[in-house]
């Protein structure tokens, strides 16, 4: 596999927006128009970079990591080497993580795709997708990331037969496709003819909940700023049924959406720049936030009056999750149960301001201090 730069996308589409681009043809050029106009609606979260972290430590990175995203990267370390173990036959094959490879048209480069990992053999290779949050995805025979991945692979490893492309996730367990020659041939047809209707001047827009949900073009988007005028001529007296029920629910929740990236992009404005104002509207800090900083020490004294099998069943060791457990183990109401835990966790549980917030306030006074 050549070593071409492996992290900058040069501004050109790629298989982890390719599902979106199958749906909405012209979102990648107005993501690009959105990148230059620097009002690309979506940024990194705290829980992307927590999935970096993850993703790092797997790709055999020395990174840091939380007991949460430790405990994350081994099981699916440990479901990966299942998989590599059932398909080879032994968990000692060649492999490249975080490798991107590129894709030529026309002769020159068109499209890139980053796998998490790959293991190759003379004729098989098993490309692994990690998914280290709770958002569930497209199976891997239906994964359009996963499709170009495939291709790219088959080019990059010639004497390869069958790509076996799997998506490895903690709660949704492990999802396959397999493509042979023919398989990879029909894929690669599909993937020039979206290329070319992406760069296409005229390209189309079709907004919808799967085109647009992490769409970079959404704050700047025509076709979904078209869907207010006819939603606000909705009569609460004549709301329909049917289809056009869920149609219109759909575009309830576009609008939605665009309305929260909108807020996001005066959000960090204001966070960026203490000069930028907007009358009547401040950052404000929102409720206070409870934490636990020793979740271990936590559970040793939550074990006292809650069974430890109940606190093992939980998905997640938050403070909700685990005030659910106090309610129910102890038969209290939930404010009841709220205090209860302040209680039992003492100077462990301690309790923060609240994250800045965008609201409408009065008069103009910034707030000078920022939460910490």
């Known amino acids: 596999m050549s070593d071409v730069n492996q992290d900058d996308r040069r501004g050109l589409p790629s298989a982890s927006n390719w599902r979106r681009y199958e749906l909405c043809a012209g979102s990648f050029q107005l993501e690009c128009e959105a990148r230059r106009l620097g009002q690309e609606a979506h940024k990194k979260s705290e829980a992307a970079a927590s999935g970096e972290r993850i993703h790092a430590r797997l790709a055999g990175q020395s990174v840091e990591l939380g007991e949460t995203e430790a405990t994350t990267a081994a099981f699916l370390a440990e479901r990966a080497e299942e998989q590599v173990i059932r398909i080879f036959g032994s968990k000692d094959v060649p492999h490249i993580a975080e490798k991107r490879l590129w ?75 397999n493509y042979n020659l023919e398989a990879l041939s029909q894929a690669y047809r599909e993937i020039i003819a979206t290329l070319r209707a992406i760069n296409d001047p005229n390209a189309g827009f079709n907004p919808s909940i799967a085109a647009c949900t992490y769409c970079n073009a959404n704050l700047i988007c025509a076709a979904t700023k078209a869907l207010v005028k006819p939603l606000a001529r909705t009569q609460m007296s004549a709301l329909p049924d049917g289809d056009r029920a869920a ?47 020793d979740w271990k020490r936590a559970r040793a004294r939550l074990e006292e009056f809650v069974d430890p099998v109940e606190l093992e069943a939980l998905q997640n060791f938050s403070i909700p999750a685990v005030e659910k457990c106090v309610a129910k183990s102890l038969k209290l109401k939930a404010k009841e149960a709220g205090a209860k835990l302040a209680e039992i966790l003492g100077e462990l549980l301690a309790v923060k301001p609240g994250n800045l917030v965008l609201k409408r306030v009065k008069g103009e006074a910034r707030v000078a201090a920022l939460v910490e």
């Open 247 to 293: 149609k219109l629910l759909d575009e309830c929740e576009l609008l939605e959406r665009h309305i929260t990236a909108i807020r996001a992009f005066y959000s960090e404005q204001m966070l960026a720049l203490p000069s930028y104002q907007i009358p009547g509207w401040n950052m404000v800090p929102g409720p206070q936030r409870r934490a636990v900083e």
């Open 103 to 177: 894709l030529d048209y026309d002769g020159k480069k068109a499209l890139s795709g980053r796998f998490d990992v790959c293991y190759f053999t003379e004729k098989v290779a098993l490309v692994i997708d990690f998914k280290a949050g709770w958002r569930e995805v497209d199976a891997a025979e239906q994964n359009a990331q996963l499709k170009v991945l495939a291709v790219l692979v088959g080019i990059a490893l010639p004497s390869v037969e069958e790509i076996v492309v799997q998506i490895i996730s903690g709660p949704y367990g492990v999802t396959q496709a």
